[in-house]
């Protein structure tokens, strides 16, 4: 019999519908019940590609005898952290100040007030490695609750009140200067990794957000130990395991430093950024790597991640059947020799070995190895290359898929949206850009709909019931301004303002903090507030970027004060935490940058727009359009006459514009870096 969960729209929650766990969706009803029988909840969170979420599930939540102890003792509701990661961020908080650790699936106990008391990750189905078995949990939190009581409201009283302690210092003594940006580099440079490329140690993550810091720091400064740092990781994950040299695409992170071995679920948000920093990777240097990898990532996001609706799903399982039918990680990527011989032969599979370093003992698990390019066959004749990657291509197509989780996640569609914009119009693939268009055109409909307010997920085109976050309404609105630069289309532009309206009103605090969930959003236990950028933008350093650019596009000063209220938790993050603030430092360097305004009358699509949107100084924003009504849609373009009838071109910066030109070369010249001052 179908529980509860069978009216979501969350791929994770439809997992469990048929479990015989009794299951609650996160709702005021599911307190209630509790309270009425007098019992603890348990919250269980986690997210549709998740292994050890899967692997609980199947021990515990689809044993009968397990589920009857639960629905007994217990109301369990269950979350996708990717629906709500305002319930997440705040009981993730909490079990990493009582455990020092934390991850998913979440396992956390609750009173009918939602306070937690006792906390935990994966529970083993049997007591194993000095961890207690599921069942002994369950026990041990329904004994407690019957026969004492007063200790876990004790427990759960003391935990709230340390959280509500934990207020923000947001630094709020102004913007961050050369000297925080001088700090922020050096604490990268310390962290750097010179062999492999990459910051910190195993597991190692892709640091897109921290490279697109060095690229801009780079364009100002013309900095070339930032160029290299950032160019050489790029070039590590290229070549390695974490990014399929088949289909293309990044998968979550590497466990070795190396960027040998991934966790293979491959995320919509890591692949976005990543396209996007390859994409400004070509931008800065011409490498023609960064080139190929920034559109075979777009590529693959529009193959394998667009959904019916023009919308992209949020991921690709690690899983799937292996020849044997067996559920096993990285099953679809992974190559023995013998799998190489069988679909190429024997010349070419030797060639394919040394080429994409697979070896007889393997680099993964049972033999099997992780492609890649060591670079150790020397040169090689890419007709070769290609027409064995293509044949290598064809024969996984015919392997069991890895599941996708179908959800449209608001934030993570607005970093898609960027991506691919910018990808399409760098190298010529108007493809792109109306995909782009298209997922843009899905975020309007659907997640902003009637309620003029966003949502944070659809799925087959339904909005789902959960409100937007601050990383939603702030990638949104950067994919949205992106969108306008590349297309001319005001539209966009309106939209993103629109959005920034509602940040100012609804997630501004006093002295330019900002927070995760609206003033009028459900009240939780406390209000999540996280400025660190970790797998994705912050809600509060994606708010900072768009509200800046956006400024930079209206000359709206309320727009302009807020992006600079919000950056003063880079200045005091910066210096201490590079790494985790990388998008902070990125948007630093526009604001130290001006950022400059780039206005073109003339064609969209024209070389005058192209060599505008080409342009690397950090931040700048870029209007085109011609004709009478282009300034109605893009202030910048407001009083901007053709020079000799010809298409021109305005560059201003802090309130000083240069003269306007008509020559593509001096508008690059313009935009270069730190000689356009």
């Known amino acids: 019999m179908a529980n509860r969960l069978a009216q979501t729209t969350s791929p994770y929650l439809l997992q469990h519908v048929d479990n015989p766990v009794d299951w609650w969706p996160w709702s005021p009803e599911a307190f209630e019940e509790a309270r009425r029988r007098d019992v603890p909840v348990l919250l269980s969170v986690g997210y549709a590609s998740c292994h050890w979420c899967h692997v609980m599930a199947h021990e515990s939540f689809e044993d009968d005898a397990t589920a009857a102890y639960l629905n007994e003792h217990f109301v369990s509701v269950k979350v996708d952290r990717e629906e709500r990661p305002d319930v997440d961020a705040v009981y993730m908080e909490a079990v990493q100040a009582a455990t020092g650790h934390g991850g998913w699936p979440m396992t956390v106990f609750l009173t009918a007030d939602g ?61 961050p ?50 160029l290299q740092m950032a160019a050489d990781t790029c070039a590590a994950m290229a070549r390695g395991g974490i ?72 991921a690709l399982d690690a899983d799937s059947e292996d020849a044997d039918g067996r559920h096993v990680e990285g099953a679809y990527y992974v190559w023995t020799p013998a799998q190489l011989r069988e679909v190429l032969g024997e010349d ?13 003992d393997g680099t993964f698990e049972e033999g099997a190895s992780v492609l890649r390019l060591p ?52 190298f010529d693939r108007p ?39 601050l990383e939603d309404y702030g990638d949104v609105a950067e994919g949205f301004l992106a969108l ?29 903090q900002l927070y995760d969930t609206a003033h009028d959003a459900e009240q939780l236990i406390r209000r999540p507030q996280d400025p660190t950028d970790s797998a994705t933008p912050s809600g509060w350093t994606a708010a900072a970027g768009a509200l800046l650019s956006y400024a930079a596009c209206t000359g709206s000063e309320p727009h302009r004060t807020a992006a600079e209220g919000a950056l003063g938790v880079v200045k005091a993050l910066g210096p201490r935490v590079p790494r985790f603030v990388g998008w902070g430092l990125a948007v630093a360097e526009a604001l130290l940058d001006g950022p400059r305004e780039v206005a073109v009358a003339g064609p969209v ?5 192209r060599t505008a949107l080409l342009g690397r100084a950090p931040g700048a924003v870029v209007a085109a359009g011609e004709g009478p009504g282009a300034g109605a849609e893009f202030p910048l373009l407001v009083d901007r006459p053709l020079v000799g009838g010809q298409p021109t071109a305005y560059v201003c910066r802090h309130f000083v514009c240069s003269a306007p030109t008509t020559n593509a070369g001096e508008l690059a010249a313009a935009l270069a870096g730190p000689a356009g001052g």
């Open 243 to 314: 990014y399929d040299q088949l289909g293309g695409g990044f998968a979550r992170y590497s466990v070795d430093r190396e960027w040998i071995v991934p966790h293979f679920e491959k995320m919509l948000y890591d692949n976005a950024l990543l396209c996007r920093v390859y994409a400004h990777l070509w931008r800065a240097t011409g490498s023609d790597e960064a080139r190929r990898i920034a559109l075979e990532t777009a590529d693959f996001m529009v193959r394998e991640l667009r959904t019916a609706e023009g919308g992209f799903a949020s």
């Open 484 to 512: 306008a630069a590349v297309t001319g289309e005001g539209a966009w532009l309106e939209f993103a303002g629109f959005l920034l309206d509602i940040v100012l009103e609804q997630f501004t605090g006093e002295g330019g």
């Open 605 to 609: 699509g024209g070389e005058l727009h």
């Open 348 to 360: 070419d599979a030797a060639f394919a070995a040394v080429y994409y370093g697979v070896t007889e």
């Open 115 to 175: 306070e937690p008391f006792y906390f935990g990750t994966y529970f083993p189905p049997e007591a194993r490695h000095g961890s207690p078995s599921f069942r002994q949990v369950l026990e041990g939190v329904a004994a407690a609750w019957k026969d004492r009581r007063d200790e876990v409201a004790e427990v759960a009283g003391r935990i709230v009140a340390d959280l509500a302690g934990r207020s923000l210092v947001h630094g709020g003594d102004g913007v």
């Open 431 to 469: 493809d792109l850009v109306e995909r782009a268009t298209e997922a843009a055109d899905l975020l309007v409909r659907v997640h902003l709909g009637e309620v003029a307010r966003l949502t944070r997920t659809s799925k087959d085109g339904r909005a789902g019931d959960n409100a937007g976050v």
């Open 177 to 226: 200067g050369e000297s925080e940006v001088a700090q922020a580099l050096l604490g990268l440079t310390r962290e750097y990794d010179e062999q492999h490329g990459g910051f910190g140690g195993a597991p190692k993550f892709p640091p897109s957000m921290a490279v697109e810091f060095l690229l801009r720091h780079y364009a100002r400064t013309g900095s070339e130990g930032a």
């Open 375 to 426: 670079g150790d066959a020397g040169p090689v004749d890419a007709d070769r290359v290609a027409d064995v990657r293509a044949r290598l291509l064809a024969a996984r197509e015919q392997r069991s898929r890895p599941g996708r989780d179908d959800k449209v996640v608001a934030a993570w569609n607005g970093l898609a949206v960027a991506a691919l914009a910018e990808t399409g119009a760098y």
